[in-house]
């Protein structure tokens, strides 16, 4: 069975940063692609920033130049360094994996950006 487990939620003022990060665990990244969603209250889920099966990266425009996503296949972890963060950037944050036409997510982490 497959498994997600997101860490590294937390409170930040404005201009503070934080790494997510996200063990998968019953699979492999291989073949996968990997990612970070967010849910404001209210709002739709909307992907924060993904990395294909092939390597290729996409950030949304909203977080392009502040966060990073990064990933090591061999370890099965997945993390998004967020820096600069804004009060407009809270919301639970969902690691995703679409393997095999199935999509995974984890049980997501509160990142709360606050003065």
């Known amino acids: 069975q497959v498994q997600l487990v997101e860490s590294g939620g937390g409170s930040v003022q404005p201009g503070g940063s934080l790494r997510l990060s996200c063990v998968v665990s019953g699979s492999s990244f291989s073949g996968a692609k990997t990612g970070w969603y967010r849910q404001a209250p209210g709002m739709r889920r909307e992907l924060v920033a993904e990395i294909t099966s092939g390597g290729i990266i996409n950030y949304a425009d909203s977080v392009k130049g502040r966060f990073t996503i990064s990933r090591d296949k061999t370890k099965n972890t997945l993390w998004l360094q967020m820096n600069n963060l804004k009060p407009e950037d809270t919301a639970v944050y969902y690691c995703?994996?679409?393997?095999?036409?199935?999509?995974?997510w984890g049980q997501g982490t509160q990142v709360t950006v606050s003065s």
């Open positions: 995703h994996a679409l393997k095999d036409q199935y999509n995974y």
